[in-house]
């Protein structure tokens, strides 16, 4: 028997391991899937009090309370049902009620099988893998091929579904950890296998020289769902993770020679707190992810490649708010002019000067750049098309800079909340392309999602509310401009 899913609300009766002092000692316990806190555990005696093995057994994990450097690297948890390697474990609540004492805590990482290494050695894995959304959208390969069979007169007679192993995995280097996005396969079956599904899998997978921690493999991954984020516009979550350790969980199998048996590496389910709750995020739309600004089939390995090299603590830093306000279902639209223009404040100073910024500088004696000079670079570098939206480059870039002053400072009188959701849609494209650029060299890609109805789209609340931005940043109607093209400013 084994748990082979992580199942919110699911329960499980056993008895906790540990070790100390080279003595295995076990204990009564129930293991909780929560949706949020990850795996739960929950000890009890059931003994009064004033006898409580709490107070005498110190081999008990009532004593992780009393100080944490008690509390074991791992432990394991065993039921009927199967086995789950426990880490980095946390005490949450102790009571005492109708003279029996407990007390809950929470595994931060749970592998959902026994480990076979020593248990009080910390977890280290020599394989992650993660399920996000979009990546099957943005690689669009397919491994699961379905051959329909029809008789001479056009009925269908069999239908034969197999499975590609010929398809090669993007594969590149992020940080000193091999990366690749592989294809893989589940199938399952129901109704006393007479039913049967085959699902397609697309997986990062990330492994280093050597065993790591779970949270250097997640750093690398987070890198690639914020690319993914940015590239779609919207929230993407991960759904799963697995594990493999070469020294912790491995299976001996037999081969052709009697007596002996070679060792096979199996991934086996892993939960960490640090992503559990985006287990149970609502699935996305077969829809919501139709407008990637590129495809990965047209940046390849050496696209991602350039990503991870560009990923250093300064851009993590300028890209974090803006990731972070995208991941959101319903993010605050102050939120997202707040990180866009921390971005774009950032990003400019550092940009190279372009034709026509003059008109964006300062109005003093000593005429200098301002933060609309820091957007009219990134409108620059974007080079889209803003049709329907402004009358010129500067005067978009100088109605974002109104907009943004006007949240960003509370003496200053609140924005219209109109032109604040309008300007928001702007901040956020303008932010999505020059990101893409760091993987996008020449920037050809972008250009062409500049023009496309991929970004259109999203710039249509101008339209529908007969607005368009004049020369001086100001919101007009865009029958009084007389006009809705953009006029250059070369």
């Avoid at 696209?303 to 090299?309: A, S, T």
């Amino acid at each position: 028997m084994s748990i082979d899913k992580f199942e919110p609300g699911k329960s499980y009766s056993g008895v906790l391991l540990t070790y100390h002092d080279g003595s295995q000692h076990k204990f009564p316990a129930t293991l909780r899937f929560d949706d949020e806190l990850g795996v739960e555990i929950e000890v009890s005696d059931g003994s009064s009090s004033d006898s409580s093995i709490f107070a005498e057994n110190r081999n008990h994990p009532s004593v992780w309370f009393r100080n944490s450097k008690h509390i074991p690297e791992q432990c394991i948890f065993e039921s009927l049902a199967g086995s789950i390697t426990l880490s980095k474990i946390r005490n949450t609540y102790r009571s005492e009620n109708f003279r029996v004492t407990g007390a809950r805590f929470v595994a931060d990482e749970a592998v959902l099988v026994a480990t076979r290494a020593a248990i009080n050695e910390p977890a280290l894995f020599d394989e992650l893998v993660s399920h996000i959304d979009g990546l099957p959208e943005l690689w669009n390969a397919r491994n699961v091929v379905v051959n329909r069979h029809y008789t001479d007169n056009g009925l269908a007679r069999r239908i034969e579904i197999t499975t590609r192993e010929d398809i090669p995995p993007i594969e590149w280097v992020q940080n000193g950890a091999d990366m690749r996005i592989e294809l893989s396969w589940r199938s399952s079956t129901s109704d006393s296998n007479r039913s049967w599904t085959l699902s397609q899998l697309t997986q990062l997978v990330s492994q280093f020289s050597e065993p790591r921690p779970a949270d250097d493999h997640l750093d690398e991954h987070w890198k690639i769902k914020s690319l993914l984020t940015l590239l779609f516009g919207r929230p993407v979550a991960y759904r799963e993770h697995a594990v493999s350790s070469h020294d912790a969980y491995f299976d001996e199998l037999p081969t052709l020679h009697a007596g002996e048996r070679k060792r096979f590496y199996p991934r086996h389910p892993f939960v960490t707190r640090r992503t559990v709750r985006e287990f149970s995020a609502p699935l996305p739309k077969q829809n919501d992810f139709n407008d990637a600004i590129f495809w990965l089939n047209e940046v390849g390995a050496a696209g991602l490649q350039r990503w991870g090299e560009a990923w250093d603590a300064n851009w993590e830093r300028l890209i974090s708010p803006t990731v972070s306000a995208l991941s959101r279902p319903r993010p605050y639209v102050e939120d997202i002019i707040l990180a866009a223009g921390i971005f774009l404040d950032a990003w400019g100073k550092q940009a190279l000067k372009v034709d026509g910024e003059r008109e964006t500088y300062s109005k003093t004696q000593r005429s200098s750049p301002t933060f609309a000079t820091y957007v009219y670079r990134a409108l620059s570098v974007c080079e889209a098309d803003w049709t329907g939206v402004t009358l010129s480059t500067a005067g978009l870039a100088n109605a974002i800079r109104a907009i943004y002053t006007g949240v960003k400072h509370a003496e200053k009188r609140q924005p219209d909340p109109t032109q604040m959701i309008l300007i928001s849609d702007v901040m956020l494209l303008i932010v999505r392309m020059i990101a893409a650029r760091k993987v996008d060299n020449d920037g050809a890609f972008v250009k062409r999602f500049g023009y496309d109805w991929s970004m259109k789209k999203e710039l249509q609340g101008f339209k529908n509310l007969d607005f368009i931005i004049d020369e001086g940043g100001n919101f007009v109607s865009s029958a009084a401009a007389g006009t809705n093209i953009v006029v250059p400013d070369t």
